[in-house]
């Protein structure tokens, strides 16, 4: 258990170290009826060459966090149908991705990245403008489907080539809500396990509302069936906590225990379990999958739609993580974990899950097979018996003390 432990954090700690090296943005654009249209998140790098007095330099370096949303050149215009976003970051440098379609699929047509030269920060010893547009990504989906591409893809320009990597993108949505169904690039096809990278949002830099304080929600029991028995049981308590942007530009979270009586469906597939909770105006998918050669399921993607309080500038909220990996447990046993979990959708919303005892794909009959305990639990098991152990171990010192001390004394009488 220990050893578990000990490489638990390990694998902890790289994975925290992941997080603070790369994290995935998100960027949204909404029609003019307030609708969300577009939604990309990535990781992207850049190397840019640029020209010193004396000598050519390269420089690299990845999108900063406060990479956003240029409003009003992002546009979703029905009348050329083509849908534009603009990101702008660090001093006056941006990004352009412009999305057309026909009538089966959307693509990424093309990508414009205007450097500013005259940021030193960046670009020492340089000045002026660094413009490149290229009309071949490579990027295109199935309308109605979201673009997902864990493997990085390079795209090589003129005097600057980009990285890309963990892709969701979806142009094109329909009625606001990012789809369910997915294309999934050529390169993540060729490596069939490919290991579920954990994303990040960034926390914005504007100062944090105090949270509202909440208590903790009622436990919900869930289950889904297909002809051939019941694919996912669950019973766990489910709270959400979304942070949106007010009208006066200061973020605020809201805190929402979904009701144990909340609505849900779902579907059994071979490879993949859906269960949809509907509550309200609040709508979280989740999607399960499963590792058919090491023989372990998780949980692999939340979609979170939800209205927002009418003092927040978004009427909404749309987020979704597809890299995820939660929930994990061995095909045939059931995942247990009373500790509160908190599983990140997006800078923009969180999934807070108490009380949990989860079983996807294999299950025997109407019940949770053996119960396999979270890192958790066994962690705040592992305290006690530590202290217990060390009790003990005081004990037998005392003990051993005293008998030495009692054959000492003993062997004094002898020598008088
Ligand atoms: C910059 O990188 C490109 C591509 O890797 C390379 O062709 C070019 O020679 C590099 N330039 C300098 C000055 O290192
Ligand atoms: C967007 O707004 C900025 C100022 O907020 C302005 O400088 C810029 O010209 C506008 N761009 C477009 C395309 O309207
Ligand atoms: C564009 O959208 C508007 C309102 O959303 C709608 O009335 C119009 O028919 C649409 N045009 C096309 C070409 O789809
Ligand atoms: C480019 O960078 C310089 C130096 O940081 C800054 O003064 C200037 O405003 C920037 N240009 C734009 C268009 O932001
Ligand atoms: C859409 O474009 C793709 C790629 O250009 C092409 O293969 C496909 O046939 C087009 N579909 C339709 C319906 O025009
Ligand atoms: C910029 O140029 C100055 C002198 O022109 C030089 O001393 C300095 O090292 C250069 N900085 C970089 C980062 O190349
Ligand atoms: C989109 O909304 C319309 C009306 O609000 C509805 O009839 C239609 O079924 C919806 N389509 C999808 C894919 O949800
Ligand atoms: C999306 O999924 C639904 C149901 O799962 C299916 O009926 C539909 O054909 C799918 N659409 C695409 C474009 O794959
Ligand atoms: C909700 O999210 C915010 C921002 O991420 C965080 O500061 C807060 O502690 C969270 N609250 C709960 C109850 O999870
Ligand atoms: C912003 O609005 C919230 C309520 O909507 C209020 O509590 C807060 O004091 C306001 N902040 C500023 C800086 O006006
Ligand atoms: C769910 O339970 C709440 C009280 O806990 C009740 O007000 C509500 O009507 C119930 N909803 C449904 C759909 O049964
Ligand atoms: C799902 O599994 C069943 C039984 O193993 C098989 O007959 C069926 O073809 C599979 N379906 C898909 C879509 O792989």
Do not use: W
């Not at 899950?353 to 979270?374: H, L, P, R, S, Y």
Request: proline share 3%; hydrophobic share 40%.
């Amino acid at each position: 258990m220990a050893v578990r432990c000990g490489v638990g954090l390990l694998l902890a700690a790289v994975l925290l170290g992941f997080i603070q090296t790369s994290s995935t943005l998100t960027f949204q654009v909404s029609d003019r009826s307030g609708k969300l249209c577009l939604s990309a998140n990535f990781i992207m790098e850049f190397t840019v060459e640029y020209s010193t007095k004396t000598k050519k330099e390269n420089t690299t370096f990845e999108l900063p966090p406060d990479a956003d949303v240029i409003k009003n050149a992002s546009v979703c215009d029905n009348t050329t149908s083509k849908e534009i976003l603009e990101v702008g970051f660090g001093k006056g440098h941006s990004l352009k991705m412009v999305f057309e379609r026909n009538a089966s699929l959307y693509m990424l047509s093309t990508l414009v990245l205007k450097f500013n030269l005259s940021d030193s920060s960046r670009f020492p010893n340089s000045s002026g403008e660094l413009k490149e547009e290229t009309r071949r990504s490579g990027i295109q989906a199935d309308l109605n489907t979201r673009y997902l591409c864990k493997s990085s893809r390079s795209i090589t320009m003129q005097n600057m080539s980009i990285l890309i990597s963990n892709v969701v993108i979806e142009a094109y949505i329909v009625n606001g809500t990012i789809s369910m169904n997915e294309t999934t690039c050529s390169e993540d096809k060729r490596f069939s396990t490919v290991a579920p990278i954990p994303t990040t949002g960034t926390p914005s830099t504007t100062s944090l509302a105090p949270p509202v304080p909440s208590k903790n929600p009622e436990v919900g029991q869930y289950s889904v069936n297909s002809s051939s028995g019941l694919c996912l049981l669950a019973s766990m308590a489910l709270q959400l906590n979304i942070t949106y942007s007010t009208k006066n530009k200061t973020l605020k979270s809201e805190v929402l225990n979904l009701p144990p009586n909340a609505t849900f469906s779902g579907k059994c597939e071979n490879l993949t379990v859906t269960l949809n909770l509907v509550t309200g105006s609040t709508n979280i998918s989740f999607h399960f999958g499963q590792n058919v050669s090491t023989e372990v399921y998780f949980l692999q993607s939340i979609l979170v739609n939800a209205s927002l309080p009418s003092e927040a500038t978004e009427k909404h909220v749309n987020a979704f993580n597809d890299s995820l990996s939660a929930l994990k447990g061995t095909l045939g046993k059931s995942y247990k974990c009373v500790a509160e979990e908190s599983i990140l959708v997006s800078d923009r919303a969180s999934l807070n899950v108490f009380n949990v005892q989860i079983q996807a794909f294999k299950i025997t009959g109407d019940k949770f097979g053996a119960v396999e305990e979270c890192q958790l639990d066994e962690n705040s098991m592992l305290i006690p018996i530590v202290v217990g152990a060390a009790l003990a171990g005081l004990v037998l010192i005392v003990l051993i003390a005293y008998l030495i001390g009692r054959k000492r004394s003993h062997a004094g009488y002898q020598t008088i």
